[in-house]
């Protein structure tokens, strides 16, 4: 034993760096200041040229369409025709055929035909103008994007503006069978919806109830999140339960079945021995934004369904199951902190970020991306929907309402094109050429 | 005024003004990351290296430290735990406790001798503790850092800091 040994002996045993690594430590750093300071100015003259080059492109470009195309660009819009074959052909493979009798066939098509300024082309009606919007609903990534479009492509001169309602995919489908036909003021209606499924046929019986008998789906891509860490620590593996069982806010008591208690786990290996014993910290965006709901949705949603009786809850109790399921902790674990991420990642060697599929992907030198329950989130997983952590999302659209509304067929024709732009959407759409199908109405 | 206490007031000055005085932390904060891989280590070997990595590494991402996501210590601490802890697992360096017992603390008349003979002693006894006891060692005596910004880097309470603290020191003295 030593009596002495306390804090000043502890404290006693620093020592000073020598003043020679100091100094060479010194420079070093001055000099990678330096040279940083040398890449930004040579990144931000490069970003100046390729601007004036762009510029001039896009000058010449615009001289020469005014010169000879005036006049000739394609407007889409919706008209009623002949069916045609095979047009939600990528609807039905989604489906995998499991989903077959979940959905209508096609029975009237409405062509997403070019008009050059024919008589075809439909008009703002004076009803439509005196309403002056057209209401869109659904879940949050169809806001965003719906919103975003929106903002860039209203037509030019257009009174009409689309309204958005942020809600569940199942009040959205709901909204849109609310109104009656040709009854177009009230609240709780929608002309175009967006969800997270596929339209159920007890829904589309509910539309044909109440006087709504032309309705199109719309492939919007696919919504994918994904976990991610620094490349410097490697891809985690995890599973959707531990998932679950990190950030939920509740989860069920490991010594009393089918009670819930206030989650009490701190470290990985606490809800996976398989996992390190590594403290639990997620971060990412805000709880309100597209990605964290599509978080809540799918990952942590499938990790409670593991658990037979929560499972069960969606069909007797809705509402306790979604709250269980998609309420994440508060305690700290997940921190809504979406700038830096990358530095927070390297800093923090057992945090991990909750990320947009895309922007994952988009750099593949800074994120290690998790698998879940052994697979790895890709395209190919995504469609073939055996990541987690994805989900297809789809519009749906009253074409009868379309039908005189030039602004909302203007804005369907605007979300299915932005599919092909993953730098406006968030969605993940693989198959471009489905994205610019004819609208079909689906057979009630 | 403690060890402790003149670095967190010569930092908190430093963090007052308006633009981050680069070279002033750099005074400050070089010997405490320096000490703290040195008890990390339990020798001088590999320290330098270690220092200068941790450097290099925040000074790369210094444009982008925001004052208000993580004091500068705090940012600068979990790189330099990264960086230890990589090369604690590259090196897998572990010696059995009773190695402790033929470390010599007698004879020595120089005191750095002395000093990197309890130092390396320290050590020894330290890597029968768990990693985080380990950690709080290095943080607390080695980069004399104060319970509250220990307890921000490892995720404890305040309190559960000085009470770990507490233990280890007794369980130290007991085996030395």
Same mark, same amino acid.
């Not at chain 1, 034993?1 to 020592?15: K, P, T």
């Not at chain 1, 057992?350 to 922007?359: I, K, P, Q, S, T």
């Given at each position: 034993?030593?009596?002495?040994?306390?804090?000043?002996?502890?404290?006693?045993?620093?020592?000073e760096?020598?003043?020679?690594f100091?100094?060479?430590?010194?420079?070093?750093?001055?000099?990678?200041?330096?040279?940083?300071?040398?890449?930004?100015?040579?990144?931000?003259?490069?970003?100046?040229?390729?601007?004036?080059?762009?510029?001039s492109?896009?000058?010449?470009?615009?001289?020469?369409?005014?010169?000879?195309?005036?006049?000739?660009?394609?407007?889409?819009? &919706?008209?009623?025709?002949?069916? @045609?074959? !095979? #047009?939600? $052909?990528?609807? /039905?493979?989604?489906?995998?055929?499991?989903? +077959?009798?979940?959905?209508?066939?096609?029975?009237?098509?409405?062509?997403a035909?070019?008009?050059?300024?024919?008589?075809?082309?439909?008009?703002?009606?004076?009803?439509?103008?005196?309403?002056?919007?057209?209401?869109?609903?659904?879940?949050?990534?169809?806001?965003?994007?719906?919103?975003?479009?929106?903002?860039r492509?209203?037509?030019?001169?257009?009174?009409?503006?689309?309204?958005?309602?942020?809600?569940?995919?199942?009040?959205?489908?709901?909204?849109?069978?609310?109104?009656?036909?040709?009854?177009?003021?009230?609240?709780?209606?929608?002309d175009?919806?967006g969800?997270?499924?596929?339209?159920?046929?007890?829904?589309?019986?509910?539309?044909?109830?109440?006087?709504?008998?032309?309705?199109?789906?719309?492939?919007?891509?696919?919504?994918?999140? &994904?976990?991610?860490?620094?490349? @410097?620590? !490697? #891809?985690? $593996?995890?599973? /959707?339960?531990?998932?679950?069982?990190?950030? +939920?806010a509740?989860?069920?008591?490991?010594?009393?079945?089918?009670?819930?208690?206030?989650?009490?786990?701190?470290?990985?290996?606490e809800?996976?021995?398989?996992l390190?014993?590594?403290?639990?910290?997620?971060?990412?965006?805000?709880?309100?934004?597209?990605?964290?709901?599509?978080?809540?949705?799918?990952?942590?949603?499938?990790?409670?369904?593991?658990?037979?009786?929560?499972?069960?809850?969606k069909?007797?109790?809705?509402?306790?199951?979604?709250?269980?399921?998609?309420t994440?902790?508060?305690?700290g674990?997940?921190?809504?902190r979406?700038?830096?991420?990358?530095?927070?990642?390297?800093?923090?060697p057992?945090?991990?970020?909750?990320?947009?599929?895309?922007?994952a992907?988009?750099?593949?030198?800074?994120?290690?991306?998790?698998?879940?329950?052994g697979?790895?989130?890709?395209?190919?997983?995504?469609?073939?929907?055996?990541? /987690?952590?994805?989900r297809?999302?789809?519009?749906?659209?009253?074409?009868?309402?379309?039908?005189?509304?030039?602004?909302?067929?203007?804005?369907?024709?605007?979300?299915?094109?932005?599919l092909?732009?993953?730098?406006?959407?968030?969605l993940?759409?693989?198959?471009?050429?489905?994205?610019?199908?004819p609208?079909?109405?689906?057979?009630? | 005024?403690?060890?402790?206490?003149?670095?967190?007031?010569?930092?908190?000055?430093?963090?007052?003004?308006?633009?981050?005085?680069?070279?002033?932390?750099?005074?400050?904060?070089?010997?405490r990351i320096?000490?703290?891989?040195?008890?990390?280590?339990?020798?001088?070997?590999?320290?330098?290296e270690?220092?200068?990595?941790?450097?290099?590494?925040?000074?790369?991402?210094?444009?982008?430290?925001?004052?208000?996501?993580?004091?500068?210590?705090?940012?600068?601490?979990?790189?330099?735990?990264?960086i230890?802890?990589?090369?604690?697992?590259?090196?897998?360096?572990?010696?059995p406790?009773?190695?402790?017992?033929?470390v010599?603390?007698?004879?020595?008349?120089?005191?750095?001798a002395?000093?990197?003979?309890?130092?390396?002693?320290?050590?020894?006894?330290?890597?029968?503790?768990?990693?985080?006891?380990?950690?709080?060692?290095?943080?607390?005596?080695?980069?004399?850092?104060?319970?509250?910004?220990i307890?921000?880097?490892?995720?404890?309470?305040?309190?559960?800091?000085?009470?770990?603290?507490?233990?280890?020191?007794?369980?130290?003295?007991?085996?030395?």
């Open positions: 034993m030593n009596n002495d040994l306390n804090d000043d002996f502890l404290q006693h045993l620093r020592a760096p020598s003043r020679k100091m100094a060479t430590l010194k420079a070093n750093l001055d000099r990678q200041t330096i040279n940083q300071a040398k890449a930004r100015r040579t990144l931000f003259r490069t970003a100046i040229l390729a601007a004036l080059i762009g510029g492109a896009v000058a010449v470009a615009f001289v020469v369409l005014r010169g000879s195309t005036a006049g000739n660009i394609p407007v889409h819009i &919706v008209t009623i025709g002949p069916p @045609l074959s !095979g #047009a939600s $052909k990528m609807a /039905a493979e989604r489906s995998g055929g499991g989903a +077959a009798n979940a959905i209508a066939s096609p029975a009237q098509t409405l062509p035909s070019v008009a050059h300024g024919g008589a075809a082309q439909p008009t703002e009606s004076a009803v439509e103008q005196s309403r002056g919007f057209f209401v869109v609903a659904g879940p949050t990534a169809i806001i965003l994007n719906g919103r975003d479009i929106s903002r492509w209203t037509p030019a001169g257009s009174k009409i503006q689309p309204e958005f309602n942020l809600t569940s995919s199942s009040e959205a489908l709901a909204m849109l069978c609310h109104s009656p036909r040709g009854v177009v003021t009230g609240a709780g209606f929608a175009i919806v969800a997270s499924r596929r339209i159920l046929p007890s829904e589309l019986e509910a539309c044909k109830f109440s006087g709504v008998t032309h309705v199109a789906e719309v492939d919007s891509g696919y919504e994918a999140v &994904v976990l991610v860490r620094s490349r @410097l620590y !490697g #891809a985690p $593996k995890l599973s /959707a339960r531990a998932i679950f069982l990190a950030v +939920a509740e989860v069920p008591d490991p010594n009393r079945p089918q009670t819930l208690i206030k989650n009490p786990y701190r470290t990985w290996n809800v996976d021995s398989a390190s014993e590594e403290r639990i910290e997620i971060l990412g965006p805000p709880l309100s934004s597209a990605t964290a709901a599509a978080f809540r949705q799918t990952l942590m949603e499938a990790g409670c369904a593991t658990f037979t009786w929560l499972a069960a809850l069909q007797t109790d809705s509402k306790r199951y979604e709250k269980v399921c998609r994440l902790r508060d305690d674990v997940y921190l809504a979406g700038e830096m991420v990358q530095e927070n990642l390297e800093t923090y057992n945090a991990l970020a909750l990320l947009d599929f895309r922007e992907v988009a750099r593949p030198d800074t994120f290690a991306v998790a698998s879940v329950n697979v790895e989130p890709g395209i190919d997983t995504i469609i073939a929907e055996t990541y /987690a952590g994805s297809a999302m789809f519009l749906y659209v009253n074409t009868e309402r379309a039908r005189n509304n030039y602004a909302m067929v203007s804005f369907i024709d605007s979300y299915r094109r932005s092909a732009y993953p730098s406006i959407t968030t993940v759409a693989p198959q471009r050429q489905a994205m610019s199908a609208l079909q109405d689906m057979r009630f | 005024m403690t060890l402790e206490h003149a670095a967190s007031g010569r930092l908190a000055e430093f963090m007052e003004t308006n633009e981050l005085n680069w070279d002033a932390l750099y005074a400050l904060e070089a010997p320096y000490n703290y891989f040195r008890f990390r280590l339990g020798s001088d070997s590999d320290v330098e270690l220092t200068a990595r941790t450097f290099e590494r925040a000074w790369r991402s210094r444009s982008r430290y925001r004052r208000d996501l993580a004091g500068f210590a705090t940012w600068l601490f979990k790189i330099a735990k990264n230890g802890t990589d090369h604690l697992r590259a090196r897998h360096e572990h010696l406790l009773d190695a402790a017992l033929e010599t603390t007698e004879g020595t008349p120089e005191r750095d002395e000093q990197r003979s309890n130092l390396t002693r320290l050590a020894l006894l330290c890597a029968a503790l768990p990693e985080r006891e380990r950690e709080l060692i290095a943080l607390k005596y080695g980069a004399v850092m104060n319970n509250r910004v307890a921000e880097l490892t995720g404890l309470s305040e309190s559960n800091v000085g009470t770990i603290l507490h233990r280890l020191v007794q369980t130290l003295r007991d085996q030395w």
